[in-house]
């Protein structure tokens, strides 16, 4: 790679057994991505050294710095990140705090808190460049938040103006559908909602999720992770098939009926995949075959992740 993202590192921390480490040398895109292009989802991770793991985690990652985000997104040709908050910290959110501090205005954030975070701290989050909480469901990721807790956040950070991130699978949507249609914010879904993409995509899971979008114009999608989702792989089978091709209809689909409600990240640095590491330079290639115009494009990457992330500027 031409940009000085270095390798990773493992500092104090001994990793998970079997675990990925991102990918030092990722491909220049072929596609360039418009001017003021915004990766809408990506972590940092520690260093663990400076910014310790939370003991609640369910995973121990390499270290990925703010400093290594920042040399991949110029390298990829993005201009902003919103950075959020991995499991892996718990709602310490410290590390990124400190990515945002450092990013000259270039990153916005996505917060773990809980119940217990006073007004002061939450305005300390605002001031840092937070724009919203997440809350996860995957069970393999965090240990059970009652809903009362999430709704009572949720009712505070309305305030601000920020929004709520889920993440949740596919087969988990209609249990929490009453909970999450009663959020009094934007929400904003993670990865499609996690379809099962050896399922029909016009089957009943996925116009679950449609169906959701559809009648709640409120939520909107981040069409991102082919690499976590996919089933086929990287590997494209020939010069018209794209590489995680079996996303490809999802993906599509979700970008052409909600344009204005879509966004798009690298998921840098890819915790907890199991098969391979993606090349991030082949995730940015990806993208225009799930936003095929030009104009797109421009909501997916540039004109939506400000609408929400830096309002003021728009
Ligand atoms: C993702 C996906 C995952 C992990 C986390 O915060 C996290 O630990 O988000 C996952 O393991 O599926 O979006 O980064």
Redesign the pocket.
Known sequence: MSTPTGKPTTGPFEKTAGWLDWYTAPSKPKFQVPAGSVDA?C?VFGPGAEFPYAPER??TPCDASKAQLFALRDHLGFSRNVI?????HGADNRALVDALQSSNGKARGVATVKRSISDEELQQLHDAGVRGV?F?F?K??VDFTPKDELMEIAGRIAKLGWHVVI?FEAVDLPELWDFFTALPTTVVV??MG?PDVSKPVDGPEFALFEKFMREHDNVWSKV??PE?LSVAGPKALDGEQSAYRDVVPFARRIVEQFPDRVLWGT?WP????KDHMPDDGLLVDFIPHIATTPELQEKLLVTNPMKLYWPEEV
């Open positions: 989802h972590h369910k995973y959020v908050q991995a499991t892996c997440r996860n995957v393999r990721l993440y993670d990865h996690r991102s992770c976590r998921d890819h915790p907890n995949l």
